[in-house]
């Protein structure tokens, strides 16, 4: 299943919802977060993760726009009520054009 719906005007499935658990991968990263979702809306996810030090919690906020654009590697994992899990991921890197578009800073509250 993927997270991003509707490849025009990009949005996250209604059936993401807070607590999710994810792996997320911004293109400028070496390596891929894990962390807990703590707010969604229509276009925009924010996930918390413990750092290396762990002595702080730090966030990173995905965008649908992003994801569906490559820039970002996802993969969320839910479960219902009976403990049934449902894993949807979504991966357009090889869309991704670094000379298409300025890219701003990663998104990313913590770069370390």
């Known amino acids: ?10 949005y996250f499935d209604e059936e993401i ?6 792996r997320a991968q ?3 990263w070496p390596e891929p977060r894990n962390g807990l979702v ?23 906020t995905v965008k649908a726009d992003e994801v569906k654009d490559g820039k ?7 479960f219902d009520d009976a403990w049934e899990m449902t894993v949807r991921s979504d ?9 298409s578009t300025e890219d701003g800073a990663d998104s990313s509250a913590a770069d370390g």
């Open 1 to 10: 299943m993927s997270t991003v719906k509707s490849r025009d005007n990009a």
């Open 17 to 22: 919802k807070v607590r999710d658990l994810i």
């Open 26 to 28: 911004y293109h400028t």
């Open 38 to 60: 703590i707010s969604l809306t229509k276009d925009t996810l924010t996930a918390i993760f413990l750092p290396a030090i762990h002595q702080s919690v730090c966030y990173f």
């Open 72 to 78: 970002w590697k996802i993969r969320l994992i839910s």
């Open 91 to 99: 991966d357009f890197a090889d869309e991704y054009d670094p000379a």
